[in-house]
Nanobody, 124 residues
Framework: QLQLVESGGGLVQPGGSLTLSCGAS????????IGWFRQVPGKEREGVSC????????NYADSVKGRFTISRDNAKNTVYLQMDSLKPEDTANYYC?????????????????WGKGTLVTVST
């Protein structure tokens, strides 16, 4: 079973930047579409961004469009989420997930494997 591991979360001030990474220790990610999702306790999980297996297609939630950038380096077996101009409302647990097919819809039900998450806190 594909096991995903997120890293890069932490505390950052509003307006700052963070880069999250998603990797897999055993299996290759290159055949999967990879999505980033986030969740605040008590709220539904929200799709943030998705990248196709080739890296050629990306999609973003309106709330992060223009601020976040998803990319992948299949040679390093890693997918990144560059987050700029962070806002307090970006505070959440961020999860990466893999889909056999597509994650363009940014729906969590389309995803087949999940990581355990990394916490991002945007605060002064």
């Amino acid at each position: 079973q594909l096991q995903l591991v997120e890293s890069g979360g932490g505390l950052v001030q509003p307006g700052g930047s963070l880069t999250l990474s998603c990797g897999a220790s055993v299996f290759t990610l290159e055949y999967y579409a990879i999505g980033w999702f986030r969740q605040v306790p008590g709220k539904e999980r929200e799709g943030v961004s998705c990248v196709s297996s080739s890296g050629g297609d990306t999609n973003y939630a309106d709330s992060v469009k223009g601020r976040f950038t998803i990319s992948r380096d299949n040679a390093k077996n890693t997918v990144y989420l560059q987050m700029d101009s962070l806002k307090p409302e970006d505070t959440a647990n961020y999860y990466c997930a893999a889909a056999f097919r597509s994650c363009d819809s940014l729906e969590s039900t389309d995803m087949d494997f999940w990581g355990k998450g990394t916490l991002v806190t945007v605060s002064t």
